[in-house]
């Protein structure tokens, strides 16, 4: 049974919230083509270090991007889709499962008159 | 690369076969007649190149699609009861990453002259190479998507 909920409000007024703003939408374009630092990201902008940092937050709690720091350098990447990617992996390897089952059905009613 | 993303899902399945206990737990012990039925869909053929059907045992197989190794699956048995109950893990990789594991319960439960299987699933993906290729492409869609749900929210 697929889950039929409304998606989770909080959520999606994170991830409404956090597009609707210029400046969180052209980190989210620039990251489509890949990790950067916070540094690259910022380069573009003008604006303060500490307001910009604020954006990348606001895209971190949304989950729509996820930063490691290495040493002095926060690197950004894109989640959202790594995520459905990986839920896309699952549904299927459960669809996998679902067709064994009903595949070791047929082979049991095959062989059923030996037994 | 500087860390890795995971998913994990629980998912039940149960069937009713017409065969007694016996024969639907003989069908996943056999390696043979596993290798008819094991495949995750009609285009893939199930290569098994180990077969260990005991606790603490492991199988070695690999998904075959014309000709082609596309994935591998390490199964080590963690518990077997016979007629009864079988608990595994299956590690799933392609080439060297790893993409996801699970571990798989199955009860083999009598139900008149036939067997109720109930199969859990616990899974774990993590992101493996191949997996995010259309990472950049997939994000449009992603936006799309999230679209259409503000749409159908509002």
Not at chain 1, 56 to 81: F, Q, Y
Not at chain 1, 107 to 115: M, V
Not at chain 2, 16 to 35: G, H, K, L, M, N
């Given at each position: 049974?697929?889950?039929?909920?409304?998606?989770?409000?909080?959520?999606?007024?994170?991830?409404?919230?956090?597009?609707?703003?210029?400046?969180?939408?052209?980190?989210?374009?620039?990251?489509?083509?890949?990790?950067?630092?916070?540094?690259?990201?910022?380069?573009?902008?003008?604006?303060?270090?500490?307001?910009?940092?604020?954006?990348?937050?606001?895209?971190?709690?949304?989950?729509?991007?996820?930063?490691?720091?290495?040493?002095?350098?926060?690197?950004?990447?894109?989640?959202?889709?790594?995520?459905?990617?990986?839920?896309?992996?699952?549904?299927e390897?459960e669809a996998g499962w679902a067709a064994r089952l009903d595949r070791l059905?047929d082979?049991?009613?095959?062989?059923?008159?030996?037994? | 690369?500087?860390?890795?993303?995971?998913?994990?899902?629980?998912?039940?399945m149960?069937?009713?076969?017409?065969?007694?206990?016996?024969?639907?737990?003989?069908?996943?012990?056999?390696?043979?007649?596993?290798?008819?039925w094991g495949s995750p869909s009609d285009e893939v053929?199930?290569?098994?190149?180990?077969?260990?059907?005991?606790?603490?045992?492991?199988?070695?197989?690999?998904?075959?699609?014309?000709?082609?190794?596309?994935?591998?699956?390490?199964?080590?048995?963690?518990?077997?009861?016979?007629?009864?109950?079988?608990?595994?893990?299956?590690?799933?990789?392609?080439?060297?990453?790893?993409?996801?594991?699970?571990?798989?319960?199955?009860?083999?439960?009598?139900?008149?002259?036939?067997?109720?299987?109930?199969?859990?699933?616990?899974?774990?993906?993590?992101?493996?190479?191949?997996?995010?290729?259309?990472?950049?492409?997939?994000?449009?869609?992603?936006?799309?998507?999230?679209?259409?749900?503000?749409?159908?929210?509002?």
């Open positions: 049974m697929p889950n039929i909920r409304s998606p989770d409000s909080t959520a999606l007024d994170r991830g409404f919230h956090a597009l609707a703003d210029a400046t969180r939408r052209g980190v989210i374009a620039r990251l489509a083509q890949g990790e950067a630092s916070v540094a690259d990201l910022a380069a573009p902008y003008d604006m303060a270090l500490p307001s910009f940092l604020q954006h990348v937050r606001v895209l971190e709690e949304a989950g729509l991007i996820s930063t490691v720091k290495t040493g002095r350098v926060r690197t950004c990447r894109l989640e959202a889709e790594r995520l459905a990617a990986l839920n896309r992996w699952i549904a390897y059905g082979i049991l009613d095959r062989k059923g008159d030996t037994q | 690369m500087s860390h890795q993303s995971m998913v994990h899902r629980t998912a039940t149960a069937r009713t076969y017409s065969a007694s206990p016996a024969r639907v737990f003989a069908a996943w012990a056999d390696p043979e007649i596993r290798r008819l053929e199930l290569r098994i190149d180990a077969a260990d059907f005991r606790i603490g045992g492991e199988d070695q197989q690999t998904c075959v699609v014309q000709g082609e190794p596309v994935a591998f699956v390490t199964g080590r048995y963690h518990d077997i009861v016979p007629d009864r109950r079988i608990i595994y893990t299956e590690v799933i990789s392609e080439a060297d990453a790893l993409l996801g594991m699970s571990l798989v319960s199955a009860e083999f439960i009598a139900d008149g002259s036939g067997t109720r299987l109930e199969l859990t699933l616990q899974t774990v993906a993590v992101d493996g190479s191949d997996l995010l290729d259309g990472v950049e492409e997939g994000w449009t869609s992603a936006l799309d998507r999230l679209g259409a749900q503000l749409m159908a929210v509002v």
